[in-house]
Structures are given as structure tokens and as C-alpha cells.
């Protein structure tokens, strides 16, 4: 199956979290069953295989969710542009990749001492979780 795509728009130093929602029909009656996943894996990279790897985590909550989160102190690290990807490992041992896209970033103002590389030149302020963005998605299986 090909993934999904989501373009991800992202502003660096900021938070993120993202809630997909999998369904077998596109009417959303049916979920897909995600209790066979045991391991969620998100990263953004410079490019595929790229070497700047930004991890992103990720959490099932049965029966159709995926959580993802991306932490202020991952994404201050994010690389200008790249590309991202969601992976599902399944107690099988089969990976299915259901969302992937291409990461556009704009450079944030407050930390604009920090290179991709992690270094800094002022101190950031902490992220307040209730001002981190979020975004809830329902994706169907295309099969």
C-alpha cells in the first residue's frame, strides 16, 4: 500500500502532536484493529536516508489511534525542509509505513540563535504545552 500524504508545516522550536484516526471504509464506520501494532516509529530527516534525524514519538490507543508527538526540544533541531514518515511495526514482524510527507520549516524568531545542529546562542523559553499545536486526522486504508 502506498502511504497517505501529509504535508507537515512546521515552525522550529515549537511543539506538536497529531492524532490519526485509521478506518477500513471511507463512510468512517469501521475502525481498523491497530491492538497487532507494537511499535510506532516517526522521524524527519534532511532526506530519505538522510543523516539529520529528528525523531518524533508516536502511541496507540486502541482501536483505530495513533498519537504522535513532536517535542520543543526535537524540533529545534529540525533541518530547513525534508521529509517525514509514520511506521507501524506489528507483533508479526510485518512494517507498514500508512502516512509520509514532504516537511517544510520556517526558522522561529525567539530561538533564531539555534542551527540545526543543536547549538545556541540565547536561551529558549519552555514550550507551554497548551499553546503546542495539534491536529486530529482520519485516514482509510486504500486498499
Do not use: C
Request: glycine share 6%; hydrophobic share 35%; charged share 20%.
Amino acid at each position: 500500500m502506498t502511504p497517505g500524504t501529509l504535508p507537515l508545516k512546521l515552525y522550529r522550536g515549537d511543539t506538536y502532536r497529531w492524532r490519526f484516526q485509521f478506518w477500513s471504509d471511507t463512510a468512517k464506520t469501521q475502525p481498523i484493529d491497530m491492538s497487532r501494532v507494537i511499535e510506532v516509529r516517526a522521524e524527519i530527516r534532511d532526506q530519505p536516508s538522510g543523516t539529520t534525524i529528528v525523531p518524533m514519538t508516536g502511541s496507540v490507543t486502541l482501536p483505530n489511534i495513533i498519537d504522535m508527538t513532536l517535542a520543543h526540544s526535537d524540533s529545534r533541531r529540525l533541518p530547513d525542509a525534508g521529509v517525514w514518515d509514520l511506521q507501524l511495526t506489528y507483533n508479526d514482524g510485518s512494517v507498514a509505513t500508512p502516512v509520509a510527507g514532504p516537511v517544510a520549516v520556517t526558522a522561529d524568531v525567539t530561538d533564531s540563535g539555534v542551527s540545526a545542529s543543536g547549538s545556541s546562542t540565547a536561551t529558549a523559553p519552555a514550550s507551554r504545552s497548551d499553546m503546542a499545536r495539534s491536529a486530529t486526522l482520519s485516514l482509510v486504508n486504500r486498499r
